[in-house]
Structure formats: structure tokens, C-alpha cells
């Protein structure tokens, strides 16, 4: 995995996101600020033009890089939390690029949006998308899975793990002052997620 492939994954990601960026505004004007969508399409924009005028020349610049935008350009919270996982993949990430040190670079990004959130598993937030991405990634890993095989794996379980919120009550962020009515609505953070770990399968694939 070189530099042109992780420059890749955010083009990828950005695609879908505006492909789906009025499905994911729907669900958050559900729960929330009915700004998710548009907000993250268009800090992927400003990644994008980011990495295009300053070139990076490692994955890990390409990661820091992009986190830095969106904590610049993307209004509410997820361009802070987005940021904050991005840019601690960044800095944990070495080269070459394995899929063991891919897996424990996602796993500390994970952790840093955990402890930037103070959200955990089950708090119907992106981390319902991203832990259950990050632990298929590690299982790969120990079972020896090909690298297309592990992200494949880790897209279906950011899914899973998306469609998992929606009976859940929110006990994060703007949704949790619904209380009850959060039930019955996908978290759009957890949706979002889980189309950065397909634009990732895509990618790889």
C-alpha cells in the first residue's frame, strides 16, 4: 500500500460521500443538525485540493494531511473527530506499509476519536462503525487473511456496524438530548464510517 493508494482512498471516499451526502444530511437532520452530509462532502473537496496542491510523499502525510483539513474545513463535529483519526493514523502509520501496521495504526485512530468523543461501543456514534472495522482488521491479521480479503472484511463490519445503531438510544453528541426518539434513526457518523472502510475495500480491491 504506497502513497497513491491511500490518495486514492480519500478520492474514493469522497465520491461516495457525495453520492450519499443527501441520505447521510436525511439521517442527521433525523438526530442532529441535518449538516452531515454536506459538511463532509465538502471537507473531502478541501482534502482533496489539499493533496493535490502540496503533494505528500508518504501514506502517512497523506493521512495527516487529510486529517488537518477536515479539522479546518468541516464544521461541527465530525471534523474534529474525523481529524482526530486521520491525523493519529498519520503519525502511528510507518513505511512500507503492512496490513499489520495498517491494522494498528486504524486500531489508535479509533482510540483517539474514543477519547476525543468519550464515546465507546454501543453509544450510537462512528466509533459503532469504526471498533467493529478495527477489530476485523486485527482478526485478519492474526488468521493470516490476504490484504483485499481483510478490508473487505472490515467494510462488512463498519456496515454491520452502522445498520447496529439504529435501535440503539444515543448516549453521544446531539442525538442523546433525544433520549428515546434517537431509537429507530442510523447514526449518520457510524453510516459515514462505514463509506470511508468501503471506499477503502474499493480501493485495495
Known amino acids: ?5 491511500f490518495v ?9 460521500v457525495r453520492r450519499d451526502r443527501d441520505r447521510l444530511t436525511e439521517l442527521d437532520a433525523a438526530i442532529g443538525d441535518a449538516d452531515h452530509g454536506t459538511n463532509l462532502d465538502r471537507g473531502l473537496t478541501e482534502v482533496g485540493k489539499a493533496l493535490a496542491d502540496s503533494p505528500p510523499s508518504s501514506p502517512g502525510q497523506v493521512l495527516t494531511s487529510a486529517g488537518a483539513t477536515l479539522i479546518r474545513r468541516v464544521g461541527g463535529a465530525s471534523g474534529p473527530l474525523y481529524g482526530s483519526v486521520f491525523r493519529q493514523m498519520g503519525k502511528s502509520l510507518e513505511s512500507p506499509v503492512t496490513l499489520a501496521g495498517f491494522a494498528g495504526a486504524f486500531e489508535d485512530g479509533v482510540v483517539a476519536v474514543e477519547r476525543l468523543g468519550k ?3 454501543g453509544d450510537k456514534t462512528m466509533v459503532d462503525a469504526l471498533a467493529p472495522a478495527s477489530r476485523a482488521l486485527a482478526l485478519a491479521v492474526r ?6 480479503e481483510a478490508f473487505e472484511q472490515a467494510a462488512r463490519a463498519a456496515a454491520e456496524g452502522a445498520k447496529a445503531t439504529i435501535p440503539m438510544r444515543a448516549r453521544k453528541g446531539r442525538a442523546s438530548y433525544l433520549g428515546e426518539r434517537s431509537v429507530g434513526h442510523e447514526d449518520p457518523g457510524a453510516a459515514s464510517a462505514a463509506l470511508f472502510m468501503a471506499a477503502l475495500a474499493a480501493v485495495v480491491a
Request: charged share 30%.
Open 8 to 16: 486514492a482512498w480519500f478520492e474514493e471516499a469522497a465520491r461516495l
Open 143 to 148: 488468521d493470516g487473511v490476504g490484504v483485499r
Open 119 to 121: 464515546a465507546a461501543l
Open 1 to 5: 500500500m504506497d502513497t497513491d493508494v
